[in-house]
Structure formats: structure tokens, C-alpha cells
């Protein structure tokens, strides 16, 4: 009975390891499946990266991520097993921006300015994995774009105080380069002395003009004398080498770390909703039209010398129920007293009725053109800037 017994033992155990090994052996074929899918899945995510990097679309996207993972998260009936998948899914997504970082690294992001300037701090904020590359006017950067020495520029657009930056949208209407986005930047701005340097040292301050100007309230109250820079990071940059602990400058907590300055006083603009928002341009045009997603386009067009022409043109576009978020008017640069219009609508141009909407323009118009296309989620920049 006990020499029995042992046998069944036995014959048990022999049966749970045959199953143990049917189970593993069936996980090195998923395994073998997984890491081939796994491959062919990186290679679409390489896809994905170069039509990203062309356009200037940063990898970051929470969206459509969110959207990814809960679409596949409904593949899996298992209640139990889909918490679990849903983790899986999100290390898969983040094992795929890490490829994509990796295979963006090197690209060349244009902007005017020097190191440490507001347009700097952008176009590191939106292309973290790219390199960015000085300029000394919009319009060089612009080029450096045009003739292939970078990939990108990023370039303001308009100032919540200020208004349009005239000479990128002019750029944007004579040039041939394409916006496939438009982020916003909050300014920020802090007082910079020499390291070992107090604020009740300070007499004079230096920056930017318009960064003078929105701290204004704040100098008068502590009786600073004011001197202009070219903009914020050539003031830190200058009170820097002065190395006088009674000279400041204002501008960025960034701009600090960059020239070896301390903060001695943090957030001094009297107005919080100061925002720059900028445009990225790129030689490639996005033509792909995001499903789901709310977007808006660029159209620039000229009208006809005649009564009601900009009227008619207005007409046109809300006629197509296209909601116009900005409306500009600019003088043509070789047409004395003729002038283009800027506007920015909510939609897609390449919807049946965005596309009926242009074809409708043109009969109107002598210039019609699209001059990008962006998503209006998620488009703040996050951190602060400086002028």
C-alpha cells in the first residue's frame, strides 16, 4: 500500500513538472513572439520620430498617450488582468519615448537670440534632445532653417502685452517654411545679483526694456536706476562681468544659473499674465489631419482693392462656420499702402469644409495660404521665461 502510494506520488510530481514545463515552454514562444512584435513595434516607433522631428512635434504628447492606452486597455476582458496590462502598456510607452529621445538627439532647433534668452529657454523647453542653435535676428534664424543648416526655428509670434512679433509673421507670409506648432511661454521675472550680494545693495537694475517695463511698480519702490540691455540673458550676462554687488539684473532663474548669478528676489513682475507664445517652423508641412483632436490653422490672404473686399473674405470663412481666434492686418513689404491679413481659426483646413472654405477664398482672393497647422491642447510650455 505505502510502495503504492510512493508511485502515485511520484507520478504526480512527474505530471505537475511536465505541466511546469508545457508552461514555460509555452512562454518562450510568446517571449519569442513578444521580441520579434517588440522590434517590428520600435520601428514604427522610429516612423513616428521622423515624421515628428521633420515637422517639429515634440515627443511628449499625454494625450493621445491616454487615449493609446485606454483603447488597448478595452482589448482585455479580464478585469483583473487589464490593471495589470494597463502597467505594461505604460512602461512600453515610455520604453518608446526613450527611443524616440534617442533617435532625435542631435537635431537642430534655430532661434534669435543668444544663451539663456527667452527664446532659448523655449526652444530647450519644447526640444529638450535637440541642439539650439544662436542667431542674431528672426530672419537669420528663419534662413538657417530654409537653406538646411537646422532642422527647426523657434520663433515668438506674439507677446499677451506687446501684440505680434511683425517681423515672424512677415517671415511667415513671403517664406516657405510651414508651423506645426505653437506653444506658450509665462514670463518670470527675478532680480540677479553677484553671488555674496544683497538686495539692499542694489541701486541699478539692467534688461530688456519691456522687462524694465513690467517690473516697474516693483522698481520704483525700491528708487532703482534703470539702464537698458538687448534683452535679459546680455543684462545677466553683463552684470555678470561687472561683478558690482550694487548692478542687477532682471530675468530669469534659468539666466541665473547660466551666468553664475544668485536670485535676490524672485517673481517681480507686477503683471502674471504675461505670456509669448511661439511658433515652430520646419521645411516639412504636417498634411496629416489629427482625428479627435482639437486643433486650429494659420491662413494668410490678401484682398482685392475694391469696396467690402476684406468684408467678403470674412464673410467666407465664418459662412463655414470656422471661429477666427485672430484677425491681423500687415503692410506687404513691396506693395506700399496694400496690406495681408493673418488670421488663426479654430478646426481643420483639410476638413470637406475647410477644404470648400479655401476654395471659396481663392475665387475671392489673390492670395490664399495656409502657413500651419497645430493642436491647441496641451501647448504650454511648462516652467518660466524672461524676455
Known amino acids: 500500500m505505502e510502495k503504492e502510494e510512493k508511485e502515485v506520488a511520484v507520478q504526480d510530481e512527474s505530471g505537475r513538472e511536465a505541466e511546469l514545463e508545457t508552461a514555460r515552454q509555452a512562454l518562450r514562444e510568446v517571449d519569442e513572439q513578444m521580441a520579434a512584435l517588440f522590434v517590428k513595434r520600435m520601428e514604427a516607433v522610429r516612423a513616428v520620430a521622423e515624421f515628428k522631428r521633420d515637422r517639429g512635434l515634440p515627443i511628449e504628447g499625454k494625450d493621445q498617450e491616454a487615449r493609446v492606452i485606454e483603447r488597448n486597455g478595452a482589448l482585455i ?191 517681480i513682475n507686477e503683471d502674471k499674465s504675461n505670456i509669448t507664445r511661439f511658433a515652430v517652423f520646419s521645411r516639412v508641412e504636417s498634411t496629416v489631419e489629427q482625428k479627435g483632436e482639437k486643433g486650429a490653422f494659420i491662413l494668410l490672404f490678401t484682398v482685392r482693392d475694391e469696396a467690402g473686399g476684406l468684408a467678403k473674405a470674412i464673410n467666407i470663412i465664418s459662412a463655414y462656420d470656422f471661429n477666427m481666434k485672430v484677425l491681423r492686418s500687415r503692410p506687404m513689404q513691396d506693395l506700399p499702402w496694400h496690406y495681408y491679413f493673418y488670421v488663426e481659426a479654430d478646426g481643420s483646413d483639410m476638413s470637406q469644409e475647410g477644404q470648400r472654405m479655401l476654395n471659396a477664398l481663392r475665387g475671392a482672393c489673390p492670395t490664399v495660404k495656409i502657413a500651419g497647422r497645430y493642436r491647441t491642447f496641451d501647448s504650454a510650455i511648462e516652467g518660466e521665461g524672461e524676455q
Not at 187 to 198: D, K
Open 77 to 267: 476582458d479580464d478585469d483583473e488582468l487589464r490593471s495589470y496590462y494597463l502597467q505594461f502598456q505604460q512602461a512600453t510607452m515610455d520604453v518608446s519615448k526613450r527611443w524616440q529621445h534617442r533617435l532625435m538627439d542631435g537635431q537642430r532647433v534655430a532661434y534669435s537670440g543668444v544663451e539663456g534668452a527667452f527664446a532659448h529657454i523655449a526652444a530647450k523647453r519644447i526640444f529638450p534632445d535637440g541642439t539650439s542653435v544662436p542667431y542674431a535676428s528672426f530672419e537669420d534664424a528663419y534662413n538657417a532653417v530654409v537653406v538646411g543648416e537646422c532642422d527647426l526655428a523657434v520663433l515668438p509670434i506674439e507677446n499677451s502685452r506687446a501684440g505680434e512679433v511683425a517681423q515672424v509673421l512677415d517671415l511667415m507670409f513671403a517664406g516657405p517654411l510651414f508651423v506645426n506648432g505653437v506653444y506658450s511661454l509665462p514670463v518670470v521675472q527675478n532680480l540677479l545679483g553677484v553671488p555674496g550680494s544683497t538686495l539692499e545693495d542694489v541701486r541699478t537694475v539692467i534688461s530688456h526694456p519691456q522687462a524694465l517695463a513690467q517690473c516697474s511698480a516693483y522698481i520704483r519702490a525700491h528708487g532703482f536706476e534703470t539702464q537698458s540691455a538687448p534683452n535679459t540673458a546680455i543684462a545677466a550676462q553683463q552684470v555678470a562681468e561687472a561683478g558690482n554687488p550694487s548692478i542687477a539684473a532682471i530675468a530669469s532663474d534659468q539666466t541665473a544659473s547660466l551666468y553664475g548669478l544668485s536670485v535676490l528676489d524672485h517673481d
